[in-house]
């Protein structure tokens, strides 16, 4: 049974002044051009967003403008981005030539993705010719992207919408987590970000004018891997191993205490965890509810099963609070001792007073 919807007959008005905004958009972009001393050549022509979007109150929608896709330092970006797409989609005889054109039916990037981790799209066709079938491919891509670098897609400038409208700041954001999250090869200019045009809907159904730098990269000096910056225990993994056999005794001992009502002891931190059960027991205790057996697997019979059980526990530790954006769930599984004293260490500074 279909329900009310009170912001549909907001849309229709908000819709109906389009046309009107559009000119004064035109005008203030123009403005914007000559305050910066730039040239007004080529398409600077700015088109309403209520062309191809409905927009809501308080919506915002962020738009690079033509003129700062020419500045080096993107161009620079994109070239890199783009090497290294072609570097990976190589192997089935796939050549990228534009990020945006290629990427925003969700074919190309299905085909990037699936490479990249290692695993198979769900799809029958390898050609995305509807919008359906393209927006399809394009919001299986991006949950297992959100999935597997542990974000929250609320969070990410990207989105299927975005993509799909060929937005080609999003697009970049996207390729730029990518490149971070597997470390490439290619170094990553730094310190880049493009103008954008930001357009919001007032309560009172107009729009709102602005433009902004938004940042794509840092100022990392590194840039060969634009990893994460080091914190404590890669500084204790570089120095004396007592010490790390100190920190991996306190850890067993505490995640031991709360597990011991279980009659769970654990005497490996690095292979005990790796199927995720004992992580999902640990924050059933601390936290003091039950899961039901079906939510997981009990005993998990191969990495996928044992991955999607990490998945499971990480969603549990970031619900109750935890970051754990250092960590990825597949290095958990596969043993990675570091990783696997992140994951308990956060856990502990949470619990662990209330434990002594």
Known sequence: MATANPGKSLKKIFKSKAEKEAAEANALLKEGLKAMQLSDTGDTTYKSPTDTYIMDVGDERHTVTPMSLKE??????VKVLLDWVNDVV???RIIVRDIVDDFFDGQVLSEFIEILFE???PFQSTIAQSVISQRSKLTWSLDEVHKRLNLNPKECPWSVEEIHKKNPLVIIHLLVALARFFNIPQTLPTNVSVQVSVIKMSPDGTFEYSTTREEITGGDTSAVSYGPT???FDQLFNERNDRIDVVR????FFVNKKLNIMNI???NVETEFQSGIYLIYLMCILEGYFIPFGLYHETP???DQKLENMYFAFKLIEEAGISLKRTKADEVVHGDVKSVMRVLYSIFTKYGKSST
Do not use: W
Request: charged residues 30%.
């Open 230 to 232: 080091k914190d404590v």
């Open 301 to 303: 019979l191969n990495f």
């Open 119 to 121: 695993i198979e799209q």
């Open 265 to 267: 002891e654990i005497t």
């Open 249 to 252: 005794k306190s850890l067993t």
């Open 72 to 77: 080096i330092k993107i161009q620079a970006l």
């Open 90 to 92: 190589s192997v089935r």
